[in-house]
């Protein structure tokens, strides 16, 4: 299984300002912008640190993810929530023939932590593959929860004041853990 982001964020989208005023770049001088591609990259990762332990993507964008076999009873959980909107389902055999699903043949279930496609998905194909394309995320900035929110720029911030890459390398710092711990998947008994 393999789970690839096929949009990123764009750079205008990223709250570089609101992280330059947390971390009080620029009091009393003007911002000439000079230091926006180091916040961007400790935004970037900060974003990333957090999704990975969160299983959500936090800004809304599109992914593909590709397996080789459905889930169990008609049901396929999805890697990362919140998804939004399943764009497609395509069928793939052995030597790269591509069918598209009917839509009309599954249904998106939403969930906070384990969004499903539900139906009768059709077999996969032996030695072949399906790709499941679907936009998943909060959506813009000021849809990502207040606390979420608040956790990347605490992490970004612990990113950017550690640059030259010396100091502790054990995790997240406790309020950044604190945030997201609410966020976090619950794995109880077997696989997801």
């Known amino acids: 299984m393999m789970l690839e982001e096929l949009t990123a964020v764009t750079t205008l989208d990223l709250p570089i300002r609101a992280f330059a005023e947390h971390l009080k770049l620029g009091s009393g001088f003007a911002d000439d912008g000079s230091e926006d591609a180091v916040l961007e990259v400790c935004l970037r990762s900060a974003m990333a640190a957090i999704e990975v332990r969160i299983g959500k993507a936090l800004m809304t964008r599109s992914f593909s993810w590709e397996l080789t076999r459905w889930g169990a009873d008609g049901v396929q959980v999805l ?114």
């Open 79 to 192: 890697p990362i929530a919140p998804v939004a909107v399943v764009n497609s389902v395509t069928l793939v055999d052995r030597v790269g023939a591509e069918t598209v699903v009917d839509a009309a043949g599954y249904t998106l279930e939403r969930d906070s932590h384990r969004p499903k496609i539900i139906g009768s998905l059709p077999r996969i194909p032996d030695g072949g593959r399906a790709i499941l394309a679907f936009d998943a995320g909060f959506g813009n900035w000021d849809a990502v929860p207040a606390d979420l929110r608040q956790a990347v720029l605490l992490q970004a911030a612990g990113f950017y004041e550690n640059r030259a890459g010396e100091g502790r390398v054990n995790g997240m710092p406790f309020g950044v853990s604190a945030l997201i711990e609410a966020y976090r998947p619950i794995r109880i008994g077997g696989a997801w």
